[in-house]
């Protein structure tokens, strides 16, 4: 399998925001302000309508690293 199919299954939002070469930020789970840039997402998201089931439980996910 190609490298991008590989890349938008990790995640699919990056590539689609690549593929319309628009800017967006980086934050990965090790950075301090990792939980509080998601939960900015999260509730920005939720008030728009856009957020979804499998948002909320990557979310959930986050706040519980294994």
């Known amino acids: 399998m190609s490298e991008i199919v590989e890349f938008e299954k990790f995640h699919p ?5 690549l593929r319309k070469k628009k800017p967006f930020l980086v934050i990965a789970e090790d950075e301090p302000y990792y939980l509080q840039a998601y939960a900015l997402v999260r509730s920005e998201e939720q008030r728009i309508g856009r957020w979804t089931s499998e948002d909320e439980r990557a ?3 986050a706040q519980h690293p294994q």
């Open 13 to 17: 939002r990056a590539v689609k925001l």
């Open 59 to 61: 979310y959930q996910a």
